[in-house]
């Protein structure tokens, strides 16, 4: 067990359709970031939160935004949802100590689109 | 653009043997790498990191080594057990952005007893 949580696990919705993905990163960990992997793909980075601040942009789509709030917890908000965004989203935390820190990740949220 | 690259999908290895893993990456400014390990249903776990002002780096059974000149990393585990069975990724960040990895898409590692 990692630490870090993400709720839902699975979430199965349609196209066009908006959904928010929670985080919750290890205690004392000041740093979020969110990952997708798509089938077969390797994790692509997306976005990266430190202490409420936007830190780094990976590729993430326009119709996609996050935010960490004052508990550190983070939300990932997907809109216009398409048949392509169907993946794996992870989420990671670390200590955010200034250098190279090791990410701890979540089991990860499935989103499947139809 | 994929600057980290994994090309073997699969590696099936005998219990007791060594496993290597292969990695390439095409960022010469890349001077932090890792290795994570992915089992179904559960985040990847970190396994084993090097800096470039290393070339090696060992942790129990697995050990890491880095050609910078080739843009090359693998990952040694000797001997492999049957538990080492998993998904492996590497992954890769800058000094620019040093939070900012890139990952490979992953190498799935069989163990056979």
């Known amino acids: 067990d990692s630490g870090v949580t993400q709720t839902p696990k699975h979430l199965i919705t349609a196209t066009g359709q908006r959904v928010t993905l929670r985080c919750s990163p290890r205690?004392?960990?000041?740093?979020v970031y969110w990952y997708q992997q798509s089938l077969d793909q390797g994790l692509q980075f997306l976005i990266h939160?430190?202490?409420?601040?936007?830190?780094a942009k990976g590729n993430i789509l326009e119709r996609f935004s996050a935010q960490q709030f004052p508990d550190l917890h983070s939300e990932l908000n997907l809109s216009s949802l398409e048949l392509g965004d169907s993946a794996l989203y992870f989420c990671a935390s670390s200590a955010g100590t200034g250098g190279p820190d090791t990410q701890y990740f979540g089991p990860g949220t499935r989103l499947t689109v139809l | 653009d994929q600057q980290v690259k994994q090309n073997s999908p699969s590696l099936s290895v005998q219990e007791g043997r060594i496993s290597i893993l292969n990695c390439d990456y095409t960022n010469s400014m890349f001077d932090y790498f890792l290795w994570y390990k992915k089992y179904p249903a559960e985040g990847p776990t970190f396994l084993i990191s090097?800096?470039?002002?290393?070339d090696k780096n060992e942790d129990g059974r697995f050990t890491v080594f880095l050609n910078k000149s080739a843009k090359h990393l693998s990952l040694h585990i000797v001997p492999s057990q049957p538990g080492d069975s998993a998904v492996y990724f590497c992954?890769?960040?800058?000094?620019?952005?040093?939070?900012?990895?890139?990952f490979g898409s992953g190498t799935k590692l069989n163990v056979k007893p």
């Open positions: 939160y430190y202490n409420g601040e936007e830190r």
């Open positions: 090097i800096s470039s002002i290393k």
């Open positions: 992954a890769a960040s800058g000094a620019a952005d040093f939070n900012k990895f890139y």
């Open positions: 205690s004392g960990d000041l740093s």
